[in-house]
Nanobody, 115 residues
Framework: QVQLVESGGGLVQPGGSLRLSCVAS????????MGWYRQAPGEQRELVAS???????KYSDSVKGRFTIFRNGAEKTVWLQMSSLNPKDTAVYYC?????????WGRGTQGAVSS
C-alpha cells in the first residue's frame, strides 16, 4: 500500500513562505503524476500544483508565480514551496499520487496565513 506523509505546515503572516514536504513509501517515478491539493473550510478540494513523471509541472491560476513544485527521487520526496502567502491560501494541503493501480492521498498538513 502506498503511503504519503506530508509535513511542513504551520502559521505564517501574510507575505510569508512555507515549504511543504511529501515523502512517499516507494519510488516517486512509479507514479504518473504527483501533486498538491488543498481544501479550505467549506470549500471543495482543489488542485494547487502537479508534476508528472516527465517533470512537466502545472499550477492553478491562483498560485502561479508564487508556488513551486519540485521533487527528488533519491529522497522519494515532492515539495511545494509557497511564497507571498495570503489569507486565501489558508487550507489543509494534501499530497496526491496517481498511478495505474490507484490514486493515493496523504492525511494532509494545515497551512494558515494570518496576521
Amino acid at each position: 500500500q502506498v503511503q504519503l506523509v506530508e509535513s511542513g505546515g504551520g502559521l505564517v503572516q501574510p507575505g510569508g513562505s512555507l515549504r511543504l514536504s511529501c515523502v512517499a513509501s516507494e519510488n516517486i517515478f512509479n507514479f504518473n503524476t504527483m501533486g498538491w491539493y488543498r481544501q479550505a473550510p467549506g470549500e471543495q478540494r482543489e488542485l494547487v500544483a502537479s508534476i508528472n513523471v516527465g517533470g512537466v509541472t502545472k499550477y492553478s491560476d491562483s498560485v502561479k508565480g508564487r508556488f513551486t513544485i519540485f521533487r527528488n527521487g533519491a529522497e522519494k520526496t515532492v515539495w511545494l514551496q509557497m511564497s507571498s502567502l495570503n489569507p486565501k491560501d489558508t487550507a489543509v494541503y494534501y499530497c496526491n499520487a496517481q498511478m495505474l493501480r490507484g490514486n493515493y492521498w496523504g492525511r494532509g498538513t494545515q497551512g494558515a496565513v494570518s496576521s
